[in-house]
């Protein structure tokens, strides 16, 4: 009977390895750092984000992206890229419903300034959502510190009608970046400073 036992943990200690392996990389001792690392920054300390209106989010490098990930809000994750031309383009993850309509808008002078330089409009397609190339007509945009604005209007002119009836006229996005126009539309917007 002992040989029987020996060849069966000879046997069995290769297959308790692996299973062992598994569960350590599950519980996050492996796997893909910027997994890991999605809310801190390049220094590795978590960072507030550089947000300048609306909700706040973790914000990170993940190699040539800046990403921002939102806890809460209709925004799960916005990463921006520079497009080959060095143009920016800003696409991501969000819970508006399919079809939503996105301005997306780089802006000149942070959000303070507020002069449009460029504007994209994008479309919730599956959840996720990318703008055109962002840039200047004039020149080439610069590495630096640029700033975004993402703005979703709920208007009868803004939004297709299925769109308006998923999202409750917008009333179902309300919270911070949410404002009501003078029209009484309501307006989710946030500014994001994305350093690329």
């Not at 350590?24 to 550089?50: I, K, L, N, Q, Y």
């Not at 990463?79 to 080959?84: E, G, Y």
């Amino acid at each position: 009977m002992r040989p029987v036992i020996r060849g069966f943990h000879r046997r069995t200690t290769p297959i308790a390895c692996a299973l062992l392996a598994l569960v350590a990389v599950a519980a996050g001792c492996g796997g893909r750092p910027e997994a890991r690392d999605a809310g801190r920054s390049a220094t590795g300390a978590t960072s507030p984000g550089a947000l300048t209106r609306g909700a706040t989010p973790d914000t990170s490098r993940d190699g040539a992206a800046f990403v921002a990930i939102y806890p809460s809000g209709p925004y799960e994750e916005i990463r921006v890229v520079r497009a080959t031309d060095g143009a920016l383009v800003a696409g991501g993850s969000t819970r508006f419903p399919d079809g939503t309509a996105i301005t997306v808008t780089l802006l000149r002078g942070g959000a303070a300034g507020s002069e449009p330089i460029a504007t994209s409009r994008a479309k919730v397609e599956l959840g996720r959502f990318m703008s055109g190339p962002l840039a200047p007509w004039e020149s080439k945009l610069p590495p630096g510190v640029h700033t975004l604005r993402f703005t979703v209007p709920f208007g009868a002119t803004d939004q297709a009608p299925e769109v308006l009836r998923a999202a409750d006229d917008g009333r179902r996005f309300e919270g911070p970046g949410s404002s009501r126009g003078a029209d009484g539309r309501i307006i989710h917007e946030i500014t994001l400073e994305a350093p690329l």
